[in-house]
């Protein structure tokens, strides 16, 4: 019966939302994230209604496909090339805003879950957004009566999602 629970290629069993890995291309030691929100595209439509028309109604084809911005959240680290590159995007002082790829992987830790899945990225659970930069970056809220982790967050626009299978 143990078997049943197990979450292999034959299975539909869900994924638990615990467990993730975000990396950003070309930026090595990328942060270690609390938390990710708001992965999402959307397909506006466009109304559309021939003046000769039998029926009274428009039909829908598909328009522009739009992205929300992502919102990545993780404990106040003092140096790293991940810093580097949001000071980079939100500096009054830029040239061109690097944008990088930024890979958003679910880990797979259910029982039975392969080894290497609970280490490593497999690519078979990632979110990619292409040609992304920090459009927002907020501080930790800081209160001396609590012994909370500092916590900062980072908005990121993109231009494609690819979305996982």
């Not at 292999?8 to 994230?33: C, E, H, Q, R, W």
Request: net charge negative; proline share 6%; hydrophobic share 40%.
């Amino acid at each position: 019966m143990a078997d049943a629970y197990k979450n292999d290629k034959n299975s539909d069993y869900p994924l638990t939302k615990m467990n993730f890995l975000v990396t950003v291309n070309n930026i090595a030691g990328t942060a270690a994230f609390s938390e990710v929100t708001g992965v999402e595209s959307t397909v506006e439509p466009i109304e559309f209604r021939q003046g000769n028309s039998a029926s009274l109604a428009p039909v829908k084809i598909p328009g522009l496909v739009k992205h929300g911005n992502v919102t990545l959240k993780m404990g106040y680290i003092i140096n790293s090339p991940f810093k580097t590159w949001i000071q980079e995007c939100v500096s009054e002082t830029r040239g061109q805003i690097p944008r990088q790829n930024v890979t958003i992987e679910l880990i797979d830790i259910n029982p039975g879950a392969p080894a290497q899945l609970v280490t490593a990225a497999t690519g078979t659970r990632q979110w990619t957004l292409t040609n992304a930069w920090v459009t927002k970056y907020s501080a930790p809220d800081l209160d001396a009566k609590t012994s909370d982790v500092a916590i900062e967050s980072v908005e990121i626009a993109y231009e494609e999602l690819v979305i996982p299978n």
